[in-house]
């Protein structure tokens, strides 16, 4: 069992930045970012593995930075130019699997958090 905390969530203004962070009891493979919007799915939005290799939804490419401290077991999530549309509950997820399949779906994690709100007004 994975534990995971997700801590920096908060309000902001179009166009200011946030970093997210989330702490796991235990290393895993793979871990990601995800988030949900009211009435929406809930959407990949950044995945790394041990091997460092890291995948973005297009919608932010370019402005989310994902990174992980193994040292720490902590995965972080640097957010810029944020926009309206990114206001969403924002997930830390963890998966026991080895491979780099489909890494921003939500059906490959099998570990959550229980998630930090961001908000960002127009």
């Known amino acids: 069992q994975v534990q995971l905390v997700e801590s920096g969530g908060g309000s902001v203004q179009a166009g200011e930045s946030l970093r997210l962070s989330c702490a796991a009891s235990h290393s895993t493979d793979r871990m990601g970012w995800f988030r949900q919007a009211p009435g929406k799915e809930r959407e990949g939005v950044a995945a790394?593995?041990?091997?460092?290799?890291?995948a973005y939804a297009d919608s932010v490419k370019g402005r989310f930075t994902v990174s992980k401290d193994n040292a720490k077991n902590t995965l972080y999530l640097q957010m810029n130019s944020l926009k309206p549309e990114d206001a969403a509950m924002y997930y830390c997820?963890?998966?026991?699997?080895?491979?780099?399949?489909?890494?921003?779906?939500?059906?490959?994690?099998?570990?959550w958090g229980q998630g930090t709100q961001v908000t960002v007004s127009s």
């Open positions: 997820a963890a998966s026991t699997e080895l491979d780099w399949i489909w890494p921003l779906s939500v059906r490959k994690y099998n570990f």
């Open positions: 790394i593995n041990s091997d460092n290799r890291i």
